[in-house]
């Protein structure tokens, strides 16, 4: 048989006290029609709990009309009351989950710009046909020339009246260009930053760095100085290939 429900009942010491379900409580409250006894009186059927440690009680018994055990219970009165629930501490869970949320919606934040920046830096413009990819081969190989004082390359990427304007004509006077240039500077990169085309020229926009070795006097330096330059390299049909027709700094 099960023990009787949580609610009011008699005490047998003419109060009416809490019970929990499974033992008595410390709540109680006056009952009026119930007399005070000489002495307490332990209800004559304790169903699960025979005796209260705390409060030297039996479990309270209770009956319906029909005199059926557990059917019926007393309402709890105005006085007095179950002892109060515990508040749930759910809530800590769910502000550590909003807080990691957040964390991660921040991060995403600030480094998604970062890496597109980086991306695009990194990998510049990129050819949208063969014309410019070919434009852009030029330009690299221009690079590729000074970098490994390569006098073929050298004429493969530019034209004749380009190496006449900067008065390179002749293998002899690139390569000692060459030489000197790759004696003065370290850790040379280029990235192409921007290819447009008007009519029959496609320029080639570049951010270059390097480490700069020398001065402006061509004397050493004790620090090598990190420098940036920007160069636009206009460039044209020649024969079957692009080749560098001209080139500007900023």
């Given at each position: 048989m099960s023990s009787p429900?949580?609610?009011?009942?008699?005490?047998?010491?003419?109060?009416q006290?809490?019970?929990?379900?499974?033992?008595?409580?410390?709540h109680t409250q006056a009952s009026a029609n119930t007399p005070v006894p000489a002495s307490p009186q332990v209800p004559a059927d304790p169903y699960s709990q025979t005796d209260d440690a705390s409060l030297g009680?039996?479990?309270?018994?209770?009956?319906?009309?029909?005199g059926v055990p557990g059917a019926g219970v007393p309402?709890?009165?105005?006085?007095?009351?179950?002892?109060?629930?515990?508040?749930?501490?759910?809530?800590?869970?769910?502000?550590?989950?909003?807080?990691?949320?957040?964390?991660?919606?921040?991060?995403?934040?600030?480094?998604?710009?970062?890496?597109?920046?980086?991306?695009?830096?990194a990998g510049g413009a990129q050819p949208a046909n063969d014309d410019e990819k070919s434009?852009?081969?030029?330009?690299?190989l221009y690079d590729d020339a000074w970098s490994e004082v390569d006098c073929d390359k050298f004429f493969a990427a530019t034209t004749e009246a380009f190496r006449a304007q900067i008065d390179?004509?002749?293998c002899a006077a690139f390569e000692s260009q060459a030489q000197a240039f790759g004696e003065s500077t370290d850790q040379y990169d280029l990235s192409v930053t921007g290819i447009t085309r008007d009519g029959g020229t496609i320029t080639v926009a570049t951010t270059e760095t390097y480490q700069a070795l020398t001065d402006d006097d061509?004397?050493?330096?004790?620090?090598?100085?990190?420098?940036?330059?920007?160069?636009?390299y206009y460039v044209v049909a020649d024969g079957d290939h692009w080749a560098i027709d001209d080139a500007a700094s900023d």
């Open positions: 429900p949580p609610g009011w009942y008699d005490d047998g010491r003419g109060a006290r809490w019970w929990d379900g499974t033992q008595w409580t410390e009680l039996g479990a309270p018994t209770y009956a319906s009309a029909a309402d709890a009165g105005p006085l007095g009351g179950p002892p109060p629930r515990k508040k749930s501490n759910l809530w800590i869970v769910w502000v550590v989950i909003g807080v990691f949320v957040l964390g991660l919606v921040i991060t995403a934040i600030v480094l998604i710009p970062m890496l597109l920046a980086g991306a695009l830096g434009a852009v081969h030029a330009v690299e390179l004509q002749e061509n004397q050493p330096l004790a620090t090598p100085e990190p420098t940036e330059v920007h160069y636009e």
